[in-house]
């Protein structure tokens, strides 16, 4: 199976402030065939199901605002939040969709400093 | 409107079984792959298992391999994850979800406790 391992595990952050969340694989999830990164991220809020806000490690999923951004390749990804809202109090999971099981990361939980 | 609406959760003892159950409407239920994904209470996501769209492929995490089934009823719109052999540890808020690369859609969750 491949090992999804995020970083930070939580972080507090200013209001306005950016905030950045890493992923690492533990295999490339680029497949040569498309030149695409099989790496989605994930938003979840208690009590809530699970968002997905972000696809091919960088395309933003409809309706999610652009203050989100994903980055990286390979093995090595990134979330960012360039100015951050209340709202986004939550933790971040990203999920690699190259193989079955389809795996997720430990989780991020981002918070308001 | 897309909906996925959960039901079967509920208190069971180690050993015991429990069928979870996830109605869709809103989008034609026959052509999606579906998913089930838990979270342990303080703990992350785990996804459990998919199944494609005319139920003859599915695939599981490994802990729980063997012990759970997921199937479905296309007739009836309707999710399937069958839960045998239940331990401490499969205690999590189960969702169902149809998650396709560019989009997701997800039950409301449903919480399994196992305990005795």
């Known amino acids: 199976d491949i090992v999804m391992t995020q970083s930070p595990d939580s972080l507090a952050v200013s209001l306005g402030e950016r905030a950045a969340i890493n992923c690492k694989s533990s295999q490339s999830l680029l497949h040569t065939s498309n030149d695409k990164n099989y790496l989605a991220w994930f938003q979840h809020k208690p009590g809530q199901p699970p968002k997905l806000l972000i696809y091919?490690?960088?395309t933003r999923a409809s309706g999610v605002p652009d203050r989100f951004s994903g980055s990286g390749s390979g093995t090595d990804f990134t979330l960012t939040i360039s100015s951050l809202q209340a709202e986004d109090v939550a933790v971040y999971y990203c999920?690699?969709?190259?193989?079955?099981?389809?795996?997720f990361g430990q989780g991020t939980k981002l918070e308001i400093k | 409107e897309v909906q996925l609406v959960q039901s079967g959760g509920g208190l069971v003892q180690p050993g015991g079984s429990l069928r979870l159950s996830c109605a869709a409407s809103g989008f034609t239920f026959s052509t999606y792959w579906m998913h089930w994904v838990r979270q342990v209470p303080g703990k992350g996501l785990m996804w459990v298992s998919r199944i494609n769209s005319d139920g003859r492929s599915a695939v599981y995490a490994d802990s729980v391999k063997g012990r759970f089934t997921v199937s479905r009823d296309n007739a009836k719109n309707t999710l399937y994850l069958q839960m045998n052999s239940l331990r401490v540890e499969d205690t999590a808020v189960y969702y169902c979800?149809?998650?396709?690369?560019?989009?997701?859609?997800w039950g409301q969750g449903t919480l399994v406790t196992v305990s005795s």
């Open positions: 979800a149809r998650v396709t690369i560019v989009e997701d859609y």
């Open positions: 091919w490690a960088f």
């Open positions: 999920q690699q969709y190259f193989s079955s099981p389809q795996t």
